[in-house]
């Protein structure tokens, strides 16, 4: 599977893309969530939904 086929990379998007739509690009927000599926790469699959979002959150919220 790779990162754009990822589920919980494009649910992640989807759901960031309308908390931060004011302030950020859908663009902006797909390369942050996928660099932190990237960097979660050593994650069990069964934590990934929620640790991708948070750790995209965070760096989503640092950004402003």
């Known amino acids: ?5 990822d589920y919980a990379v ?8 309308d908390e931060f739509r004011a302030r950020l690009r859908p663009q902006v927000i797909g390369i942050v969530v996928r660099n932190c599926r990237r960097d979660l790469s050593g994650v069990p699959a069964t934590a990934l939904p929620e640790l991708v979002e948070r750790l ?5 919220e640092a950004e402003n």
């Open 1 to 5: 599977m790779t990162l754009t086929d």
């Open 10 to 17: 494009d649910q992640a998007v989807a759901r960031l893309a």
């Open 56 to 60: 995209a959150r965070a760096r989503l």
